[in-house]
């Protein structure tokens, strides 16, 4: 765990190092090198932990989920280029039952899952076990898998113009027939996935873009 702690008199041995501290230029004790994620992660913190010599505690792992929340944030646009792009390339599937078919009957063409919730969902147990197969399915064929909290945004994405989703709470996202996805937003959402699953994140959560 990186520390960094702010100069006290005990560290003021020398007339070079008191007259720093007296021009507010706060010393740090020697730490060992810290990761480039990390380094990146305290640069972008406000300035007063730099100034006034504020001790910070933040471990590693604790930095890289602030990172992977933030990018979290970031891959919503990245998600909907995508969603778009399958739909024009008719390789996207609506629906729970919709989906499930195709991840029975072709599971190798299934290559980007997304789930999304509603305010019925914490009511609804037959929807929470179907949610259960469909992660634990994608875990065991290693197709990335995300959560969205807006499933009304989803529906509106995914739809046509001419009709109305009532069942846009699993989004199944296929490889076309010729071969694989070479879409740079896609290949952004798959590091992401892999990113959060290192934090144990198996499924992250995205927010989609607002209208």
């Known amino acids: ?7 006290g008199e005990q560290l003021i041995g020398s007339p070079a190092r008191a007259a720093l ?3 507010g230029k706060p010393l740090l004790r020697e730490q060992p090198a810290l990761s480039a994620d990390l380094l990146h992660c305290l640069s972008k913190l406000p300035l007063p932990w730099r100034s006034l010599g504020i001790v910070i505690n933040m471990t590693l792992e604790e930095v890289l989920t602030q990172k992977t929340t933030e990018r979290a944030e970031c891959t919503g646009q990245a998600l909907e280029e995508v969603l778009v792009t399958a739909m024009d390339n008719h390789s996207l599937t609506v629906g729970v039952y919709e989906c499930a078919k195709v991840m029975n009957l072709d599971p190798d063409s299934a290559s980007f899952c997304v789930l999304a919730v509603d305010e019925d969902f914490e ?4 929807l929470q076990i179907h949610f259960t197969l469909i992660q634990s399915f994608c875990f065991d064929n290693d197709i990335s898998i995300v959560r969205v909290s807006d499933m009304q945004r989803l529906a509106e994405i995914v739809a046509d113009k001419s009709e109305h989703l009532e069942d846009a709470h699993c989004v ?5 027939a010729d071969g694989a996805w070479e879409d740079p937003s896609l290949e952004k959402l ?5 990113e959060s699953r290192r934090l ?5 959560e995205i927010s989609l873009p607002g209208r």
Not at 200 to 204: H, S
Request: with cysteine; net charge neutral.
């Open 1 to 7: 765990m990186a520390r960094l702690q702010p100069i």
């Open 21 to 23: 501290y007296k021009r």
């Open 190 to 194: 798959h590091l992401f996935c892999e």
């Open 123 to 126: 009511c609804d147990i037959a």
């Open 172 to 176: 199944l996202i296929t490889n076309p």
């Open 200 to 204: 144990n994140d198996w499924v992250p």
